[in-house]
């Protein structure tokens, strides 16, 4: 038996997000999910480790891209363009395999406490790493902490327009919500 | 058998954290906290649902006080000046038995990934009662999604704080870290 499968990963992705949606997370079993991906249950946990973390296997790449884009953009950027530069570094994680999830996962969400619980985490993550790549950059706390809460914002706001865009990247999705943003930040005074 | 039991509540949240924080959320029942707490199993079932809700009983009583003050402040106030009003009035919330718990709420959300998703979704729902509040007085939204996110910051700064100090009221603490961030707001540019 081939060990490499081809989309094997997305296809379970997508499986356990439509079975989460149809009958609840909590009666999704990791068996269900193989069936429908049209894989075995030891290929899942070749690729995860259970079906929860299936949810969030993306994030801690996107938490790396999101710093090393911040980490190595030039020396003279202020904290907000380096956190565009993280914004444009994370779109390489956003194909559209991920925008033909992105509805069907919002649905998945919305049906389960422990999903919002997860996902909220995962906002938590992606604003300390953005936070900690700028204080990395010598960003002193304050301005690290409210930057990496704006890229933050920038990312949820860009992949909604973006998720709901019929084709096209993420980056500019997310640079355009990171300047609406910054102009908020101006108005607020 | 009386239903009144003064300090029933208090008791019960401190002898939850302290059990949390020795062996594990999830090695903790309901029947070891009430033991802890010196009452019945059905006094605790009087006052939460089950464990985990003992650890969130606060939330929207918080969020509520936190939308108040934000929606009575006066006419003139700006989105921040808003915020520090919300701020404020949420310092009800935050009595010596809250900064008694404070730190070994903290030591128990540590050891625990589910709290950790707990307080992560805890904070998304502060910030978004705050940002509702704020578009409930005509602030346009990505304003108020930001202040709501820049309250949010000055209400866990301020906690931090607050619970290090050794008396006194939160809103001090609070309002001093919120005019922190307007200055780090402004530095953005």
Redesign the interface.
Known sequence: MARWEPGARERLVMAAVDLFTEQGYDATTVAQIAERAGVTKSTFFRHFPDKRELLVAGQEALSLLLAEGIAEAPAEA???DAVAAGLERASAAFGEVSREIAPRLKAAVATS??L???D??K??SLAAAMTAALIGRGVPD??A???G??GL?AFKRGYTTWAGDAKGDFAPHALAALA??????????
Chains 1, 2 share one sequence.
Do not use: D, H, N
């Open positions: 202020g904290p907000l406490t422990e919002q619980e997860r909220a985490l906002s938590v304050p301005i902490a409210l930057a809460e704006l914002l609406e943003l910054r102009a908020a930040s101006a108005a607020l005074g």
